[in-house]
């Protein structure tokens, strides 16, 4: 037995008792890799010295490579799953604000004729502004059903954002118009 | 002709790069980036899922369990921390995970998983007479069966992987206490166990 192995020796008891500083620590556990006497009176001592080492990996190159592969499997997977949930949240999205935008026409008063009771008094007649065409269904202007939006504009003045131009037909189209010449 | 990529030196180029490079290029969508990453840390990430789960082809179902959470969480990853700390905290815990699902399907198969362990654990002992590396290896998954998965965690990272208590402790996202704690137990149940299960081993090892 070696000077250092009787004073390393000595540190076996702070080792369990997780107190021992770094440099030491390291020291005894290198010391206790290569020292099969010592590691015999460390595991007298305390069974668990026999585990504290690093174990040997067992992973070879070609098991790296077949982790990989499936992790490669598994992002293609998650980045699918990505790639359909954006586009269904834009599609969600899009469908959300074109139903806002029913939902405010429909809920402003003399919005649509179509949605008053049956024996109501009629609605005074819109005042139409300047330049309005005669030919709007309603009093905003609004295309009734079947017609093309562009054939609704309610006044050459009005102004029509798409909200998603170029999107494809798949996708319901939002246009937001603002009309200043209406008068509600 | 000019080569004008080439897929092979642009990996040659990465892997000289350093951990925390490689995640911000990952971060960013570099998907080759997040490749070498995966080649590097596998033996790690592998070896730790071993000790915990108890054998190699459930840590390698963990292993990629746990690189396709650092895919998926990669946003999240700060790189003032060290990687590895973040790498070992997503593995600790799947593999904790997987242990305690494994644990739960053992106690609903319980006899036959029973008579399986007893002859593996026969068989261990057996291996045991001429124990070196190797078979230490499988003398730890034999006695660390009464740990609990917390307990054994923090002993295969403080005693094997050799991690600080501090950083111990930020994986398991506990107090440097409880790791203590846990560490103190883990080496009581081991110490019983190895007395239970194998003391011709001990005996072995006793100097004269």
């Given amino acids: 037995m070696s000077p250092i192995c009787s004073i390393l020796r000595e540190s076996f008891e702070d080792y369990l008792g997780d107190a021992l500083p770094a440099p030491q620590r390291k020291m005894l556990r290198e010391h206790l890799a290569a020292c099969a006497e010592c590691l015999g009176a460390a595991a007298a001592k305390d069974a668990s010295f026999l585990f504290a080492r690093p174990m040997p990996g067992e992973v070879a190159p070609d098991e790296t490579a077949r982790i990989l592969l499936g992790v490669r499997a598994g992002v293609g997977h998650i980045e699918t799953e990505r790639r359909i949930g954006g586009a269904r949240r834009r599609r969600f999205a899009g469908a959300a604000a074109a139903a806002a935008v029913a939902l405010l026409v429909l809920t402003i008063p003399g919005g649509s004729d ?27 202007g609004l295309a009734p059903a079947g017609l093309a939006a562009e054939a609704a504009l309610p006044s050459p003045g009005a102004t029509v954002y798409d909200l998603n131009p170029g999107a494809d037909r798949a996708e319901p189209r939002v246009v937001w118009i603002v009309d200043r010449g209406l008068d509600i | ?126 291996a045991t007479r001429s124990a ?75 100097p004269a």
């Fill in chain 2, 132 to 206: 070196e590396d190797g078979e230490l290896a499988r003398l730890f998954e034999a006695v660390s069966g009464r740990l609990s998965e917390k307990q054994k965690a923090v002993f295969v990272l403080r005693e094997m992987e050799d991690c600080d208590t501090k950083d111990i402790a930020r994986i398991l996202g506990c107090g440097e206490s409880t790791v203590r704690n846990h560490l103190f137990n883990a080496r009581r149940i081991l110490r019983k166990e190895m007395v239970r299960l194998y003391p011709e081993f001990l005996r072995g090892r006793t």
């Fill in chain 2, 1 to 126: 002709m000019e080569l004008v990529y080439s897929e092979r030196l642009e990996r040659k180029g990465l892997t000289e790069l350093p951990d925390r490079e490689l995640a911000i290029q990952a971060r960013g969508g570099d998907m080759l980036s997040f490749e070498t990453l995966v080649c590097r840390k596998t033996p790690a990430v592998v070896s730790l899922a071993r000790r915990i789960v108890g054998n190699v082809e459930d840590a390698r179902d963990v292993a990629q369990m746990v690189f396709l959470r650092v895919w998926k969480e990669i946003h999240r990853y700060d790189e003032r921390y060290s990687l590895n700390t973040w790498l070992y905290r997503i593995a600790t815990n799947l593999a904790i995970d997987f242990l305690r699902s494994a644990r739960s399907r053992e106690k609903a198969h319980g006899a036959t998983l029973h008579l399986v362990r007893e002859r593996e654990e026969s068989t261990a002992a057996g």
């Fill in chain 1, 114 to 140: 179509a949605r008053r009771e049956p024996g109501a008094a009629a609605l005074p007649a819109p005042v139409p502004s300047p330049g309005t065409s005669a030919q709007a269904g309603s009093s905003f």
